[in-house]
């Protein structure tokens, strides 16, 4: 669904390659095409993000609307890959856009993940509410691992599943 979309395409080879690193313009370029808020007249001032890069205007789009800040020291991260526990926070960012976030206050405020203390105070309560509605999961040993680099397998699920929410 998300190729036929054009969110999520393969290679020029025909392969999808699931276990590939996502960078953080891949995924704000898929979460900005699944959620629709492409805007052709965002602006960014990103350090590291000319114009003229492919991302620019998914960027541009998700920093306009609230979704995206950027690491803090007036760059993007252009070229990095992107963390589990970012992608959670992006994440919530659409969800709670568009009003389709539940918040973890007065649902289960705890993980069930044993990393629990990896996860970094910015992202608990995004990495909570994802839990509680089903849209991000743990390992098989039931850890998190927020630290990790999310693949291109990992992120169609994410995607797959807020648009569920979205629609």
Known sequence: ??????????????????????????FVKMIVSAAGIYNVSASSDFTDLPQSHWAYGFIASACNDGIIAGLG????????????????????????????????????????????????????KSIIALENMGIINGFEDGSFRPQEILTRAQAAKIIFETRKRLS
């Open 1 to 26: 669904e998300l190729g036929k979309k054009g969110i999520l395409t393969g290679y020029p080879d025909g392969t999808f390659q699931p276990e590939k690193p996502v960078s953080r313009e891949e």
């Open 73 to 124: 020291n007036g760059s993007f991260g252009i070229g990095s890959n992107i963390k589990r526990e970012d992608v959670a926070v992006i994440t919530a960012r659409i969800l709670d856009k568009f009003g389709k976030l539940k918040a973890p206050d007065g649902l289960n405020e705890e993980t069930h993940f044993p990393d629990e203390s990896q996860i970094s105070s910015y992202s608990f």
